[in-house]
């Protein structure tokens, strides 16, 4: 699953990226100069790639793009674009052949039908769809929200999303904080997040993506950022939505 994600400030807009499996640091140096074709945009401010670190392989499923049938364990080629409600008809009626996938937040849409609901279902029957959550908290301490982890497993299924990700942070506490916390570079978070992972796993019944964080600071840290990642990659057994703006901002500040 080699996915990227590239978005300006004025539109979210997107590239696929092929990244060696091998070694993590080593991805995180290649992700942001290999791509499988140049972008169309002459702006970037944000780039992403999902890297699958996998004791297995992916499991197949199919995925309807138009009136063809895609191969979710291959990368999407092309360029894609994250959707809002703001242009989804707009975005409908001018079907641009340039986006070749759709991203959405899961948790906008669990519970929307009507007119909305059916705007997406016509966006989805065109464009392989693309799911990265902001509220799975998978670094806290409370409790997994498992009606929020079904929902999108149903969602997910019902859509034929190929990927699912959230965030490697936390983001709630006695309630939500609104903001994507990180979590501290030491081998208990580490393992306790992968146990959360499993279980998200087990209950979706497919294998999720985190992304790396954007952080200030990693006070007490144990071990380097990309050590953490791996450690929780290999415990999880999931997979991982590079940020490279986040590696790029935080090389820029050490």
Same mark, same amino acid.
């Given at each position: 699953?080699?996915?990227?994600?590239?978005?300006?400030?004025?539109? /979210?807009?997107?590239?696929?990226? *092929?990244?060696? %499996?091998?070694?993590?640091? $080593?991805? @995180?140096? =290649?992700?942001?100069? !290999? &791509?499988?074709?140049?972008?169309?945009?002459?702006?970037?401010?944000? /780039?992403?790639?999902?890297?699958? *670190?996998?004791? %297995?392989?992916?499991?197949? $499923?199919? @995925?309807? =793009?138009?009136?063809? !049938? &895609?191969?979710?364990?291959?990368?999407?080629?092309?360029?894609?674009?994250?959707?809002?409600?703001s242009f989804l008809h707009e975005f409908n009626a001018r079907a641009p052949e340039e986006v070749d996938f759709i991203e959405i937040a899961p948790e906008n849409?669990?519970?929307?039908?009507?007119?909305?609901?059916?705007?997406?279902?016509?966006?989805?029957?065109?464009?392989?769809?693309?799911?990265?959550?902001?509220?799975?908290?998978?670094?806290?301490?409370r409790p997994i929200d498992m009606e929020l982890v079904y929902g999108i497993a149903e969602f997910s299924r019902r859509h034929g999303a190929i990927v699912y990700?959230?965030?490697?942070?936390?983001?709630?506490?006695?309630?939500?904080?609104?903001?994507?916390?990180?979590?501290?570079?030491?081998?208990?978070?580490?393992?306790?997040?992968?146990?959360?992972?499993?279980?998200v796993q087990d209950a979706m019944e497919m294998r999720i993506a985190l992304e790396n964080a954007s952080y200030y600071a990693a006070p007490g840290a144990e071990?380097?950022?990309?050590?953490?990642?791996?450690?929780?990659?290999?415990?999880?057994?999931?997979?991982?939505?590079?940020?490279?703006?986040?590696?790029?901002?935080?090389?820029?500040?050490?």
């Amino acid at each position: 699953c080699l996915v990227a994600r590239t978005e300006p400030k004025a539109a /979210a807009v997107k590239a696929n990226v *092929v990244v060696t %499996k091998q070694n993590l640091k $080593a991805s @995180v140096e =290649k992700a942001i100069v !290999v &791509a499988t074709r140049p972008l169309k945009r002459a702006s970037v401010g944000k /780039a992403s790639v999902v890297v699958t *670190v996998a004791k %297995k392989p992916l499991a197949r $499923a199919n @995925v309807v =793009k138009g009136n063809a !049938v &895609a191969d979710a364990a291959r990368p999407t080629g092309g360029a894609g674009l994250g959707l809002r409600r703001s242009f989804l008809h707009e975005f409908n009626a001018r079907a641009p052949e340039e986006v070749d996938f759709i991203e959405i937040a899961p948790e906008n849409w669990l519970r929307v039908g009507g007119r909305w609901g059916a705007a997406l279902a016509a966006a989805v029957e065109r464009y392989p769809l693309f799911l990265h959550g902001l509220s799975l908290d998978i670094g806290g301490s409370r409790p997994i929200d498992m009606e929020l982890v079904y929902g999108i497993a149903e969602f997910s299924r019902r859509h034929g999303a190929i990927v699912y990700s959230d965030h490697l942070t936390y983001c709630a506490d006695d309630g939500h904080l609104y903001d994507l916390l990180p979590i501290p570079f030491t081998e208990e978070p580490a393992r306790r997040v992968a146990a959360r992972v499993r279980q998200v796993q087990d209950a979706m019944e497919m294998r999720i993506a985190l992304e790396n964080a954007s952080y200030y600071a990693a006070p007490g840290a144990e071990m380097d950022e990309a050590t953490f990642i791996r450690l929780v990659l290999e415990e999880a057994d999931c997979d991982l939505l590079l940020d490279v703006n986040n590696i790029w901002a935080h090389a820029r500040a050490a």
